[in-house]
């Protein structure tokens, strides 16, 4: 798993190494402008058929307001990225393994604004992921919803971002929000659409067509790529009931099916913005803000 941090000049030698081999995790943030739009249950089933992918995973809960990866993993964190914040723990104590060794850092409520932290708990968190000495291929980020900052720079020092919405009017509208505010405040400009909880592609397309359709009409120089739908299946809410996901649970449903299906389709996209992929400058440059 991860290793304690090595002090001294022995440990510098071995970061340095780690560095330049960990240079190609993939960060892709799941981000919304309105809640409930499914963000979670996205994150824990892409997690898992990327995993079955043979990807290493490891999965950050940035919704430090609301968090609940934990849950659908079935685990009970002690522990979670506010005690490294405050230097009470390693990020080795609070990364948890999660079903099918899919690595998880928890999130906890009361997790202050990733913008207000103090000079030494932005040190606390960049040691921290300087010691991570496990390289991963995929950091995901389960945000939280909205428009305020930890959602936002999550998104930004992200590599990818996959904004999810539903046919429902005023999660196309938060989303249009979302991406306007990321693009006119911190020119961001290329995002993933996926549409969740509709019947059939067509319906995931037009809702595509509606978002698209504005974007280019008013945030000229934005790219928004249609990455799919998951489709509108009750096995999701029943997997979540059983602390659990429907990859797990329901393998053939046919919202597992999409899960397969989008995670295949990540995997042979090339990664737009991984020249400076690795974990490390993902936190260098979330806290740099
Ligand atoms: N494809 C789907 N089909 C049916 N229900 C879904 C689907 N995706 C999510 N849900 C349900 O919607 C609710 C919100 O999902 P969640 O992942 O917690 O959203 P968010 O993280 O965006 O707030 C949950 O009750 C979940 O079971
Ligand atoms: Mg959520």
Request: net charge neutral; charged share 20%; hydrophobic share 40%.
């Amino acid at each position: 798993m991860v290793k304690k941090k090595v002090q001294g000049l022995e440990g510098n030698r071995r970061m340095s190494q780690t560095t330049v081999d960990a240079s190609t995790t993939r960060v892709i943030s799941v981000t919304s402008g309105k809640g409930g739009v499914g963000k979670t249950n996205i994150v824990g089933n892409l997690a898992l058929a990327l995993r079955r992918l043979g990807k290493k995973v490891l999965v950050l809960d940035g919704d430090l307001g609301l968090a609940n990866i934990d849950i659908i993993f079935g685990l009970s964190p002690a522990y979670n990225i506010k005690h490294v914040i405050n230097g009470e723990r390693n990020l080795s104590e609070v990364m948890m393994r999660g079903p099918e060794d899919i690595q998880i850092i928890p999130a906890g409520s009361g997790v202050q604004d990733l913008v207000h932290l103090t000079q030494g708990q932005k040190l606390n968190l960049l040691n921290e992921f300087d010691s991570l000495d496990e390289n991963f291929d995929i950091l995901l980020i389960d945000t939280g919803a909205g428009i305020s900052s930890n959602v936002i720079y999550f998104s930004i020092a992200a590599d990818e971002r996959i904004v999810v919405a539903t046919s429902e009017p005023t999660s196309i509208t938060d989303a249009y929000a979302l991406i306007k505010v990321m693009y006119t405040k911190h020119g961001t400009n290329t995002f993933k659409l996926l549409v969740n909880m509709v019947e059939h592609d067509e319906e995931g397309r037009s809702v595509f067509e509606n978002l698209s359709n504005a974007i280019v009409r008013f945030l000229k120089g934005i790219s928004l790529e249609y990455v799919g739908f998951i489709p509108r299946d009750s096995n999701v809410e029943k997997a979540v009931r059983q602390q659990s996901t429907v990859l797990t649970r329901y393998p053939e449903s046919s919202s597992s099916r999409s899960f397969v299906d989008l995670a295949n389709r990540l995997n042979a996209s090339q990664c737009s913005a991984a020249q400076d992929g690795n974990i490390k400058f993902f936190w260098k440059k979330l806290i740099a803000r």
